[in-house]
């Protein structure tokens, strides 16, 4: 066991496992934060998906070892940031079950912060990581034209 820091949702953590440990145990199990999901273990759904250094990134393949002294935002720290993002997610029921719908938040919020009026096809390309066992698709990508027609994410 080895020891390791990281800063989430600026909250500074310091927890003693295995190098190869994947950030999302460490994140669910460790430290509490189980907003983020495990769908495939793979790196393949995006129900994991995390910021680590301002990066969109697979929690469940990334190890502690390589999130070692990062600066990581769950959905839990999103929140306030895209809140009218996730105002647009509820005003177009984009979810059904919510399994996926973290993900899809975080993969939104982040192309959003990249390109704040993205085209039909910059948010297929840019939620494509995503898979929504629901087919939710064309809700989130109107939620997403929402949030860019009511000012975006200020």
């Not at 669910?28 to 995390?50: E, I, P, S």
């Amino acid at each position: 066991m080895s020891s390791y820091t990281l800063t989430v949702n600026g909250n500074k953590h310091t927890v003693n496992t295995e190098p190869d440990t994947p950030l999302l145990w460490v994140l669910r199990d460790t430290l509490g934060y189980t907003g983020v999901k495990f769908g495939c273990g793979q790196a393949l759904c995006g129900a994991c998906m995390v910021y680590m250094n301002e990066e969109l990134t697979y929690s469940c393949s990334t190890s502690i070892k390589d999130a070692d002294g990062k600066i990581i935002l769950t959905i839990e720290g999103l929140a306030e940031k895209a809140a009218p993002l996730i105002k647009s997610w509820l005003e177009d029921e984009v979810s059904q079950c919510g399994y996926c719908q973290p993900g899809q938040l975080m993969s939104a919020y982040y192309l959003l912060k990249k390109n704040s009026t993205p085209s039909d096809k910059e948010i297929e390309d840019a939620m494509s990581a995503n898979i929504c066992r629901c087919g939710t698709y064309q809700r989130i990508k109107k939620a997403i034209h929402r949030t860019v027609m009511e000012g975006g994410l200020k």
